[in-house]
């Protein structure tokens, strides 16, 4: 005869089994529909496809770092019992030229992070391996400091974000919502004798000319507006998929920064990006990038938040040069709104640069001066 307990306990094991039963009469089409690849109601099948495996990249490694001008050793292996048709490499969508013993140069490649790709064709069938590449500059920027040639007097309440020269006058985009305007600017006087202002919600940001036309950036406005260079009427504007913070031209091309490692290179007919530049020392990247200025095929960057100015190449990303200008403001001038050095302006005539701040009261012409190793 059975207990209570033995009762109870006999109850508990076929209350469990029962569990179970209904546990995986629920759960089978469920199990079946996720194993066995069954269509679901919209007639895709659940389970992915086996991925191809025509052949595998042995090296480089993930991550690979390494310097501009070093060479890459590429290998490759195949995994198929069937031969390959055929294999193309590339790096930045640019194909590579197969090279017999596995080594390529990478001089014109560029800094930054770029990814290997090697296709494996079979039987009209392709399989992508990828590797990423991270390229440094090949040496260290050259140091230059500064001698102040001429100071002049600044609106300290304007919030400098870009600035330009042409035609023997500044012009100058400032910031602050509520407080941006498009200005020219006497150099000597610092009196501001034409200016547009900004609708409240816009931000300005980097200035530059082009084709008798200024643009200015907008922050986080994603716009830049386009005005006459004479009257400062509207002309137009475009969009971009980042924030503004500086821009310049080479004359053709815009270049744009926004504040990362990166600038931006757009056509200036259709206001595209062409391409990315990204900006790189020999030990990473350089972020902040500000304020822009191309002089003699160099971009001159304001990096946000210091006193630094960077000489970048246009066509690798190359930080070539660190301009420092630590202690240009003198401390008589430190005001309760004077902030970070920002603004560069260039007169290709006599060479000269003019640089300035974000509530800064002076405006500086400087000469750049490369630093050299003292002996001992």
């Known amino acids: 005869m059975k207990t209570k307990n033995s009762l109870l306990f006999s109850l508990n094991i076929k209350s469990y089994k029962m569990r179970n039963a209904v546990w995986y009469i ?44 070093d060479t890459l050793h590429i290998e490759y292996a195949s995994d198929s019992i069937a031969l390959l048709d055929s294999v193309v490499l590339s790096v930045m969508q640019r194909r590579l030229t197969l090279q017999p013993t596995g080594q390529y140069p990478t001089a014109d490649w560029g800094v930054g992070v770029h990814w290997l790709q090697v296709s494996f ?26 001698v102040v040639e001429k100071e002049y007097p600044h609106d300290p309440e304007a919030y400098t974000q870009g600035l330009l020269l042409r035609n023997g006058y500044l012009y100058e985009s400032t910031g602050q919502r509520g407080a941006s305007s498009l200005r020219k600017v006497e150099i000597t006087t610092g009196k501001v004798v034409q200016q547009r202002d900004l609708a409240a919600q816009y931000f300005g940001e980097g200035l530059e000319y082009l084709n008798g036309k200024l643009f200015q950036l907008t922050w986080t406005g994603n716009t830049c507006f386009i005005y006459d260079f004479v009257t400062f009427e509207p002309r137009g504007s475009f969009n971009y998929n980042t924030q503004g913070w500086g821009l310049t031209t080479d004359g053709t091309a815009l270049y744009l920064s926004d504040g990362t490692e990166n600038i931006y290179v757009l056509d200036s007919a259709t206001y595209r990006v062409a391409r990315t530049l990204q900006v790189y020392t020999e030990q990473g990247p350089l972020y902040r990038l500000n304020e822009l200025e191309w002089v003699d095929g160099r971009i001159y960057a304001n990096v946000y938040t210091t006193d630094l100015i960077a000489i970048i190449n246009p066509s690798n990303g190359v930080v070539e040069g660190l301009v420092h200008l630590e202690g240009l403001l003198r401390p008589s001038a430190n005001g309760i709104k004077a902030e970070v050095l920002n603004g560069i302006a260039y007169d290709p005539h ?27």
Request: hydrophobic content about 35%; aromatic content about 16%.
């Open 26 to 69: 629920l759960f089978l089409p469920i199990f079946l529909l996720g194993c066995c690849g069954v269509e679901s109601p919209n007639n895709q099948v659940l389970q992915p496809q086996n991925e191809l495996k025509f052949g595998r990249i042995t090296h480089p490694t993930a991550d690979t770092l390494f310097h501009l001008g």
């Open 121 to 146: 064709w079979h039987d009209g069938q392709e399989q992508v391996e990828r590797r990423k590449l991270r390229i440094l500059a090949s040496a260290p920027p050259v140091d230059y400091t500064y």
């Open 350 to 376: 006599d060479k000269k640069f003019y640089v300035t701040g974000k509530y800064w009261p002076y405006l500086y012409r400087v000469k750049f001066l490369r630093k050299y190793l003292q002996k001992e």
